[in-house]
Structures are given as structure tokens and as C-alpha cells.
């Protein structure tokens, strides 16, 4: 019996096929549901964010089904060139979808604060308006007036003030930075054609991939994954005061505050630990000298792969999550999804 034959799959591919027609097809089908609700609504601050995030994970749903495939079935079966496209558009989307989520809960601390700063100017205004009128009419008592000269009163639109934060830089440097890091990918990546059928799909030079997956676990895992934390317990802290959240009036705020913690918490329960055991993967298999070593890691033992398995099984459920919470968690978007939407009033914009 060949090699080939004895490495089973962990999991059943009639399984596995189920598994990824199900979640992967509903993550991708509310993606673009979310991307239909957006375009039909006013396109600015969050929702553009939340718009760029869905594409995003459209393109990963597909990536991380390949790689689900592929890692339970200990082979690559989508051609050399299928290889090359799958490692680029790996990299690429989840670059891109871990910093939206990083840029989605920035933005909304960066509103929320403009938020305060305008509800206290309105406050200061709204004193020294008082304060005017006191010592308006306080000397109307001891002054005469023309009585010919109407009285004059100025009313002040406090909703007027300006509460935006521009999405435009943030969204460039994303996706420009995503290019970059899987240009590497479409250029080295190779199908590695192996003893008894057995295809991997991987950089060959070791020396190689062990440079640029150092750049990778730095800018694409470590970088965004810290700026989460610390966005993170920042919304926290905005969610649990009760002081804020009373004052704000603005809903689809609120609503972004629930919304960045809820795809903080998700990315570092469903996505984090896929990529820590990716990384552990290529360092422990590239600081090697014999090149193909690693076969006997990734490709023989099965608990190792039932892990990754597992773990891409969760990675998938995430995209599938992401659209799913922008529905029930963002007003406007919830909105159109509702079947009395012309009776609901239009929120006001993030």
C-alpha cells in the first residue's frame, strides 16, 4: 500500500465538503448582502469600512476553504497555478480583513470622541445661552428698551456639529499594504510535486520563506493583533460607561461601539490561534536543513493536522460571523433587511 494511500484524512471529505458548502457559501452570501445593504444607503465613515470588510472576506471565504481542503486531504488539487493564486490571495485577504477590523474599531473610538468633544461644546453653548438670557433680562428691568426695534433671537442647530472622521487614508493604506505582503506569494509560491501523488503547495526555499513569514508574522499577525487588544479594552471601557452612553444619542454609534468589540473578540478567538499555529508551523519546519523535513510534521502526523483543520474550520465560521453581526448590530443596515424598513426613521450617520 503507498504512502499516499495510508495518510487518511482526519476528517471525512464528504464532510468536509458539507462543512465548507454550508458556512463558506452563507459567509460569502451575507458578505455580499452586506455589500447590496451598503450601497444602498449613504456610504461614509463605518459603512464604508464595514463595505471594504466585506469584500474582504468574501475573497478569504474562498481562500480558507481551499486551505480547509487541502490541509485534510494532505494535498494540493488545484493545479500549479491554482498554488500560486491561492498563496497570494491568502495573504492578501487576510491582511486586509484583520486591519479593517483593527481600522473598524479606530474609527469608531476616533467618532465616539468627537462625539463627547461636540456634546460638551453643546453644553458650554447651551450654559452660556442661559447665562445671556439671565443677564438679558435682568437688565431689561432697569433699562428701557425701543419698544419700535423688534426683539432678536438666534437659534443654534446643535446637530450641525461635526462628528465625521475621514475613512479615505486608512482604507488606501490597507489595501495597498495587502498587495505588498502577498506579492511575494504570487512570485515564489509553487506547487512541489512529491514521492507517491503527493503535492504541496509552499515557497521551495526554505531561507526564503523564512524571511519573509518573519515580515508576515510581524506586520500581519503581531501588529494587528496588538492594536486590537489595546482598541479593544478601550471600547470596553466606552461600552461599560454608562455616563457616555446615555448622552449619546446617536444609535448607529452605539451600535459600532458593540460592533468593533464583538469582531475584537472574534478575531482573537476564531482567527488568532490559526494563525499562531501557522507561524509555529513554518519556523519550526524552514529553521531545518533538510528541506523536506517538514513532509513528516505537516503531512504525517495526525494530530497536527486535525488541528489545523480544526482550527481553519474556525477561521471559516468568523467570515461567516463578521456580516451576520454587521446586520443585527448596525442600525441602518438592520434597516434594510426589515421588512417594515419605510416606517423605521433614519438614524442618524456615523
Not at 425701543?146 to 433671537?153: A, G, K, Q, V
Not at 515557497?203 to 508576515?216: A, T
Request: hydrophobic residues 45%.
Amino acid at each position: 500500500m503507498s504512502e499516499r494511500a495510508q495518510l487518511s484524512e482526519p476528517i471525512p471529505l464528504l464532510a468536509i465538503a458539507v462543512y465548507i458548502a454550508c458556512v463558506a457559501g452563507s459567509s460569502i452570501l451575507a458578505n455580499f448582502s452586506v455589500v447590496a445593504a451598503i450601497l444602498k444607503s449613504t456610504r461614509n465613515g463605518l459603512f464604508c469600512i464595514i463595505l471594504q470588510l466585506a469584500i474582504a472576506d468574501i475573497f478569504l471565504g474562498i481562500a480558507v476553504s481551499l486551505e480547509l481542503w487541502s490541509s485534510n486531504a494532505r494535498t494540493w488539487f488545484f493545479s500549479d497555478s491554482g498554488c500560486v493564486i491561492y498563496r497570494g490571495l491568502h495573504v492578501f485577504a487576510t491582511t486586509a480583513s484583520s486591519y479593517f477590523v483593527a481600522t473598524t474599531a479606530l474609527h469608531t473610538l476616533a467618532t465616539i470622541n468627537l462625539e463627547e468633544k461636540a456634546l460638551l461644546r453643546r453644553t458650554k453653548r447651551r450654559n452660556q445661552d442661559e447665562d445671556e438670557e439671565i443677564k438679558s433680562s435682568r437688565h431689561s428691568l432697569v433699562t428701557s428698551s425701543d419698544s419700535s426695534t423688534p426683539p432678536r433671537t438666534m437659534n443654534v442647530d446643535y446637530r450641525l456639529t461635526e462628528t465625521r472622521v475621514s475613512v479615505n487614508q486608512p482604507i488606501i493604506f490597507v489595501w495597498i499594504l495587502s498587495m505588498s505582503l502577498s506579492i511575494p506569494e504570487f512570485v515564489l509560491a509553487n506547487a512541489l510535486h512529491l514521492d507517491h501523488g503527493i503535492i504541496l503547495c509552499t515557497i521551495v526555499d526554505s531561507g526564503k520563506r523564512l524571511h519573509m513569514y518573519s515580515i508576515l508574522a510581524l506586520i500581519n499577525l503581531l501588529l494587528p493583533s496588538t492594536i486590537m487588544l489595546v482598541a479593544g479594552f478601550l471600547v470596553f471601557l466606552k461600552t461599560r460607561s454608562k455616563k457616555i452612553i446615555s448622552r449619546i444619542e446617536n444609535s448607529n454609534i452605539i451600535g459600532s461601539l458593540k460592533l468593533s468589540l464583538w469582531l475584537i473578540i472574534i478575531y482573537i478567538i476564531l482567527c488568532a490561534p490559526r494563525s499562531f499555529l501557522s507561524a509555529y508551523d513554518i519556523y519550526s519546519t524552514s529553521l531545518k536543513r533538510d528541506d523536506l523535513s517538514f513532509i513528516k510534521t505537516t503531512h504525517q502526523n495526525d494530530y497536527f493536522i486535525l488541528m489545523k483543520v480544526s482550527l481553519s474550520c474556525a477561521y471559516l465560521v468568523s467570515v461567516l460571523l463578521r456580516p451576520l453581526l454587521c446586520i443585527f448590530l448596525l442600525p441602518r443596515v438592520r434597516k434594510i433587511f426589515s421588512y417594515n424598513a419605510s416606517r423605521v426613521d433614519e438614524p442618524n450617520e456615523v
